[in-house]
């Protein structure tokens, strides 16, 4: 397929072409592809974390290879690893060896460059909260706290230690949110809602400016890692990080960071191996190849690599998470603004059509921005009852809106093979119901800024919607001031809704305020449409256990082991 030039549009040649060839020929093409191995990067993820490329972007695949659901069995992970150490088959002195496509810019919390680095810091750092494989919020150095409308009171665990032997105490608590707050770093605005913090014994009290419950999802992400304040004028810190996690850092380079487990550590008896490698290795070929030859034990592969891992006698976990694939629609444009033409274009997207196409079924088709178990996922927000594939109601909505014979809109995507492949599928089947799409593939950096001046009528990637929280994600892109919302959209009740959400005090309000945007979106015509949710895919060796995807899209390698032999 040939390279999509920024203003290039894509011409797929008569619209009398049915969009089940268009889907056999686009498979074929990505089909090989895969089979050549493909020329799909990860893009860097943005600051505000409404667009992000992440591992789990896979290269596209027709493959429809048969794997078993582990993720439901991945979340008993703990309970297996505790069986295998009745049994004594856990190997205690095993080097584990991940592998990724990408290299974290850093390991001090400020200055880490992009939310993939999460496996690289989380296991040097403990967080204030964590996430559990259910995407639910649990305690961690916060054992537990109260939620008011002007107040998070943080009950700090007693008893623990930094790395370098530092407290762990409300102060050095304090100390740390302190340094993010007033930091010129991409988190500070994660946590612009605290006005103040004052300590009392081991209880931290944030002073909000507004209510802000979803902060507790904000301290289980990257934000909410604490490190020693002690070691704050290290200037060693990117490569030598000082926090209280299972692990200490023993070396950084560009290939990669390696671990040993801190006996220090207050659950040291269920950190289940002696050191973690993660290896920087961006090739897919070259990592795919290393989990056959059995140099390397877990790591992450492409859609498009299945047939090849299965044949190589891989075992093979496959999940859905909190990202997305989408499709927004910037409403300064006079027709994307009608909640009728929304409507419209949502029911001329084949979802299952594009499932199958382009990733062999492995997208679970989807109008909603959460995947089913996560908090907050509502049962009867369908495909089927909000955006059937039915290019008759299609045109008739336009009609209705008062565009019988159509418009011409811009729709802009990374230029990446993934993404532009979706450019393409959207392109034909918006023409079938008479809206012409100008196609523009833009380079990362590229993309991100015109995106975030407002330069696209429309524009497609994936989207994380659940970190650094929810809340987050829904100001970004349906409130007027939304970093990923040019057209300056406002859902109706929006900020009704996100006091809801924020004012929630335990984890059934905060679903319920959830399900509530979710639904008033549909209704409204979303202009944030979700298209489906890719599966994320994971290959390891025999003698690896404990592996789990996380709904919440955090990768976390602290439940991972070896057995013996």
Request: overall charge negative.
């Amino acid at each position: 397929m040939r390279h999509i030039g920024r203003n290039d549009r894509i011409d797929l040649g008569e619209r009398n072409v049915t969009m089940r060839r268009l889907l056999a020929i686009l498979a074929a093409m990505v089909l090989l592809l895969a089979a050549c191995g493909g020329d799909d990067d990860d893009a860097e993820a943005t600051e505000s974390g409404g667009v992000e490329a992440t591992e789990t972007e896979d290269e596209a695949s027709d493959e429809t290879t048969a794997t078993a659901d582990d993720n439901e069995a991945a979340d008993d992970a703990g309970d297996d690893a505790a069986d295998a150490a009745d049994a004594g088959e856990i190997d205690r002195e095993a080097t584990l060896i991940y592998a990724t496509s990408f290299i974290t810019n850093s390991l001090d919390v400020p200055n880490v460059g992009t939310d993939f680095s999460y496996t690289y810091v989380n296991l040097v750092y403990d967080g204030l909260t964590k996430r559990n494989s259910a995407g639910e919020v649990v305690p961690a150095i916060a054992e537990s706290w109260e939620v008011t409308s002007d107040t998070l009171i943080l009950d700090i665990v007693d008893g623990r230690t930094f790395h370098d032997g530092t407290p762990i105490d409300a102060e050095a608590v304090k100390a740390n949110l302190e340094r993010i707050i007033n930091c010129e770093c991409r988190f500070a605005s994660q946590l612009a809602p605290i006005g103040s913090i004052e300590t009392s014994g081991n209880q931290v009290i944030l002073n909000l400016s507004e209510p802000a419950g979803t902060l507790l999802e904000v301290f289980a992400d990257i934000a909410g890692m604490m490190a020693s304040p002690a070691s704050f004028e290290n200037e060693d810190l990117d490569t030598n990080p000082v926090g209280s996690g299972p692990f200490t850092v023993r070396e950084y380079s560009d290939g990669g960071v390696v671990y040993d487990r801190w006996d220090g550590y207050h659950d040291v008896e269920n950190t289940l191996v002696a050191s973690v490698e993660i290896r920087s290795i961006p090739d897919d070929n070259t990592r795919i190849s290393g989990f056959i030859s059995g140099e390397l034990d877990v790591g992450l592969a492409r859609l498009g690599q299945l047939g090849e891992a299965e044949a190589g006698g891989l075992n093979i976990i496959m999940g859905g998470n909190a990202q997305m694939y989408i499709l927004a629609l910037e409403t300064d444009n006079e027709a994307l603004a009608d909640p009728d033409v929304r409507r419209a274009i949502s029911h001329a997207l084949d979802r299952d059509g594009i499932s199958q196409g382009l990733y062999g079924g492995n997208c679970t088709p989807t109008v909603q921005p959460y995947p089913e178990g996560f908090p907050g996922y509502v049962a009867d927000a369908t495909v089927e009852r909000y955006a059937a594939y039915d290019p008759d109601l299609a045109r008739q909505l336009l009609a209705d809106a008062g565009y019988p014979d159509g418009f011409t809109i811009s729709m802009g995507a990374p230029a990446i093979t993934n993404y532009t492949n979706q450019l393409e599928i959207y392109q034909a089947q918006l023409a079938e119901i008479g809206i012409t799409v100008e196609a523009i593939a833009d380079e990362g950096r590229t993309f991100v800024q015109r995106l975030s001046e407002g330069e696209y009528d429309s524009w497609l990637g994936p989207s994380s919607t659940a970190r650094p929280s929810t809340a987050a994600w829904w100001h970004m892109v349906y409130h007027p001031d939304g970093a990923r919302n040019a057209g300056g959209y406002e859902l109706p009740g929006i900020d009704d809704l996100l006091l809801q959400l924020n004012s929630a005090t335990t984890p059934a309000e905060s679903a319920a305020a959830i399900e509530a945007m979710t639904v008033a979106s549909l209704e409204d015509g979303a202009r944030t449409i979700i298209v489906c949710s890719p599966q994320t895919v994971a290959v390891h060796q025999d003698n690896v256990g404990g592996y789990q995807i996380g709904l919440a899209n955090n990768l976390d390698l602290r439940t991972v082991y070896k057995t013996a032999g």
